[in-house]
C-alpha cells in the first residue's frame, strides 16, 4: 500500500507540470554525436467520448493590459426600458455583445456591465486585437431576433451549420411581436419551461405560423443565429406560448433573457476607446515574473535557514504550491492581468503563515518533551484551527472585491476583480498544501527518533 501512495501523488505532480509546461519551450540536448532537438508545449486534449468532441488547450491566458489590445466602453440608452425589464436588458445586451466578439474571432473577451450614477454601461476588453473598426461595428448593431420555418430535410441539418441557416425560411415574425419571455414550471412534472406572450400583432402572425408548421420545427434566431428550434404541437391562436424541453433551470432563464433581448432591444452608442500596445505589457510581466522570483527565494532562504530540514520540506511544498496554482489558471483557465499577477505574488507570501503556524506548534510540542512523530501530529492537529480562521477571513474579503453578485455598492471592475480571483485560488491552494502536503512530505522524508 505504501508505494501506491507515493506513486499517486507522483503521477499527479508529472500531470500538473505536464500542464505548466511553458508553450513552445526549446529543448536542445547533445549526446556524444546525437543531436535531438524539439519544441515542448502544455498537455492539451482533443478526443470524443460517446459523440461529444472534448477540445482542451491549457495555455496561460493573458489579459488586456498584458497581450494588448483595446478596450472599448458602451453607454447603454435605457430611456425606453422598464424599470422590470432593466435587469434582463442589459443581461441581454452583455451576453448578446460577447457571442458577437467571440464569433469575430476575439479570445478571451472580457465583457461586464457598469453602473455610473444613472447611467448604465457597457465594458468590452478585446486582447490582441489593435484595429477594431469592425468589431465597433459589430457590437454597436441592436439584435434582431426572428422566428424561421424550419422544413423536415433542414431539420435534420446540425443547427450550426451554413446549410441550416440558409435553407430557414422567415417569417415575418420578430422580437418586436414578443412582449415578454419568463421562466415557469410544468404543473404536473415541475421541470422548467420558458413562456411567450406576444403582442396583438404577434398574436396573429404567431396563429398563421404554427397553423402551417404543426410538428414541424421553428427555429428561434437571434442575429442569424439559432438559440432554439422548438416543434410546434399545435396551432396557437391565444399569443400564449410554451418552450418545453429537457432544460435545466439556468438554460431555461439564459433562454428566455435571448428572446427578451428581441423584444427589449438596447441601443448602444461607442463613448470610449483605448488602444493598449503589447510592449508595456511584455516589459511588465517580465518585470512582474522578476519579482515573484525574486519573492519566492526569499521565502524559502527564510523557511530553509530558521527551520532547517523542516524549513526545506516546506519550501518544497511551496514550490508544489506554484505549480498547482499555475495549473488552475490554466485549467479554468484564468486570465491573467497585471493585477491577477499582484495577487498571486501576494498569495506565495502568504502561503507560508501555515506552515510557520504548524512549525511553531511543533517546536512548542518538543519543549514540553513530546517525541517528533507525537508533536508532528498535535502541532497539526493544533495549527489548524488558526488557519482556517486566517483564510477564510482572507476568502471572505477576496469574495467582496471578486463581487460575483454585481452588487452596485461593491467593485464591478475587471482589475479588482482579476486581483480578487488570483489572490482566492492562491490562499485556498495553499491551505490545502500547507496542511495537506507538508504533513503527507513530513511523513514520507523526515523521521526523528530520540
Same mark, same amino acid.
Given at each position: ?8 501523488p ?28 524539439f519544441?515542448?508545449? *502544455?498537455?492539451?486534449? %482533443?478526443?470524443?467520448?460517446? $459523440? ?10 493573458? $489579459?488586456? !493590459? ?7 466602453v458602451f453607454?447603454? %440608452? ?11 436588458? &442589459?443581461?441581454?445586451?452583455? =451576453? ?5 466578439v467571440?464569433?469575430f ?11 455610473s450614477? %444613472? ?5 468590452? !476588453?478585446l ?6 473598426? =469592425? ?8 439584435a ?9 430535410a433542414?431539420a435534420?441539418?446540425a443547427?450550426?451549420?451554413? @446549410?441550416f ?10 422580437? +418586436? ?8 414550471? #410544468?404543473?404536473?412534472?415541475?421541470? *422548467? ?18 397553423a ?25 391562436? =391565444?399569443?400564449?406560448?410554451?418552450i ?20 427589449? *432591444? ?9 488602444s ?11 518585470k512582474?515574473v522578476?519579482?515573484? &522570483?525574486i ?11 530558521y527551520y532547517?530540514?523542516?524549513?526545506l520540506?516546506?519550501?518544497a ?9 499555475l ?14 499577477? @499582484? ?7 502568504? @502561503?507560508? %503563515? ?8 511543533i ?6 518533551g513530546?517525541?517528533f !512523530? ?10 489548524? !484551527?488558526?488557519?482556517? =480562521?486566517?483564510?477564510?477571513?482572507t ?8 463581487n ?17 480571483l488570483t489572490? @482566492?485560488?492562491g490562499v +485556498?491552494?495553499?491551505?490545502f498544501?500547507?496542511v ?5 512530505l513530513?511523513?514520507i522524508?523526515?523521521?526523528?527518533? #530520540?
Amino acid at each position: 500500500m505504501k508505494p501506491l501512495k507515493i506513486i499517486l501523488p507522483l503521477l499527479l505532480l508529472l500531470l500538473i507540470i505536464l500542464i505548466d509546461l511553458p508553450e513552445n519551450l526549446p529543448i536542445n540536448l547533445h549526446l556524444g554525436q546525437t543531436k535531438l532537438a524539439f519544441v515542448v508545449n *502544455p498537455l492539451s486534449i %482533443d478526443t470524443e467520448i460517446f $459523440g461529444l468532441k472534448i477540445t482542451k488547450r491549457f495555455t496561460t491566458h493573458l $489579459g488586456l !493590459d498584458l497581450k494588448g489590445g483595446s478596450h472599448l466602453v458602451f453607454e447603454a %440608452d435605457t430611456r425606453k426600458i422598464g424599470a422590470s425589464d432593466l435587469t434582463d436588458a &442589459l443581461s441581454s445586451a452583455r =451576453d448578446i455583445i460577447e457571442k458577437r466578439v467571440n464569433y469575430f474571432g476575439v479570445s478571451e473577451p472580457v465583457v461586464q456591465t457598469i453602473k455610473s450614477g %444613472d447611467r448604465y454601461r457597457i465594458a468590452v !476588453d478585446l486582447p490582441g486585437i489593435s484595429n477594431v473598426s =469592425d468589431a465597433v461595428a459589430l457590437i454597436g448593431r441592436t439584435a434582431q431576433l426572428t422566428f424561421n420555418e424550419v422544413g423536415t430535410a433542414e431539420a435534420k441539418i446540425a443547427t450550426n451549420t451554413p @446549410a441550416f441557416l440558409q435553407l430557414t425560411r422567415e417569417t415575418g415574425l420578430t422580437g +418586436a411581436d414578443i412582449k415578454k419571455a419568463t421562466v415557469q414550471f #410544468d404543473s404536473q412534472t415541475g421541470k *422548467p419551461e420558458v413562456a411567450l406572450s406576444f403582442t396583438s400583432k404577434g398574436v396573429r402572425l404567431f396563429s398563421e405560423v404554427t397553423a402551417r408548421n404543426i410538428g414541424k420545427p421553428v427555429g428561434i434566431f437571434i442575429d442569424g443565429v439559432p438559440i432554439s428550434t422548438p416543434t410546434v404541437q399545435s396551432a396557437i391562436t =391565444d399569443g400564449n406560448a410554451v418552450i418545453t424541453g429537457t432544460f435545466s433551470v439556468d438554460e431555461a432563464k439564459k433562454l428566455a433573457i435571448a428572446i427578451n433581448s428581441g423584444a427589449l *432591444p438596447l441601443p448602444i452608442k461607442l463613448i470610449e476607446q483605448r488602444s493598449i500596445g503589447p510592449t508595456l505589457g511584455q516589459s511588465e510581466v517580465n518585470k512582474s515574473v522578476a519579482a515573484g &522570483l525574486i519573492g519566492l527565494a526569499l521565502v524559502l532562504f527564510f523557511m530553509i535557514a530558521y527551520y532547517g530540514r523542516l524549513g526545506l520540506i516546506a519550501s518544497a511544498a511551496l514550490i508544489i504550491y506554484g505549480l498547482i496554482s499555475l495549473a488552475i489558471f490554466r485549467l479554468i483557465p484564468v486570465v491573467l492581468t497585471l493585477s491577477g499577477i @499582484a495577487g498571486f505574488i501576494l498569495s506565495i507570501g502568504m @502561503a507560508v %503563515d501555515a506552515n510557520i503556524l504548524i512549525f511553531e506548534r511543533i517546536k512548542e510540542e518538543m519543549r514540553r518533551g513530546k517525541d517528533f !512523530d507525537l508533536a508532528v501530529r498535535l502541532g497539526f492537529g493544533r495549527a489548524i !484551527d488558526a488557519i482556517k =480562521d486566517a483564510n477564510i477571513t482572507t476568502l471572505t474579503v477576496a469574495f467582496i472585491l471578486f463581487n460575483p453578485l454585481n452588487w452596485d455598492f461593491l467593485p464591478q471592475f475587471g482589475m479588482v476583480r482579476g486581483f480578487a480571483l488570483t489572490l @482566492a485560488i492562491g490562499v +485556498a491552494t495553499s491551505l490545502f498544501t500547507g496542511v495537506v502536503i507538508t504533513q503527507r512530505l513530513i511523513n514520507i522524508f523526515y523521521h526523528r527518533h #530520540d
